[in-house]
């Protein structure tokens, strides 16, 4: 990539860890960085930014229930949030931890 970051540091921050996130190789590219359906035309940024949010946060949230069984304390312990905001972000992206046990 040869063109300049365009947004802010949290954006960048957010962005790597979605690509690290998704990643199925040790090594991170492009196409795990910026996905087509984010960078469509016919998208808003407020929409793009949103939806690669909510992607974020249900493909980690998802890893790290798989690894401590369903368990949302031990769970949000690994995220580093308490566990009442793990319990929100479960919500907006319609996790059941259920699903991991």
Do not use: H
């Not at 957010?14 to 087509?36: K, P, Q, V």
């Not at 949103?50 to 249900?58: I, M």
């Amino acid at each position: 990539m040869n063109s300049p970051w365009k947004g802010n540091v949290r954006e960048l921050e957010n962005t790597i860890a979605r690509g690290i996130a998704i990643s199925n190789d040790s090594i991170i590219d492009e196409r795990d960085l910026f996905s087509e359906e984010y960078s469509s035309p016919d998208i808003s940024f407020k929409t793009a930014k949103k939806k690669a949010l909510t992607d974020f946060y249900r493909t980690y949230i998802t890893s790290v229930l798989t690894r401590n069984n369903g368990n949302i304390s031990r769970a949000a312990e690994d995220c580093g949030i308490k566990r009442q905001s793990l319990q929100q972000i479960m919500k907006r992206c319609g996790i059941n931890p259920d699903d991991f046990r």
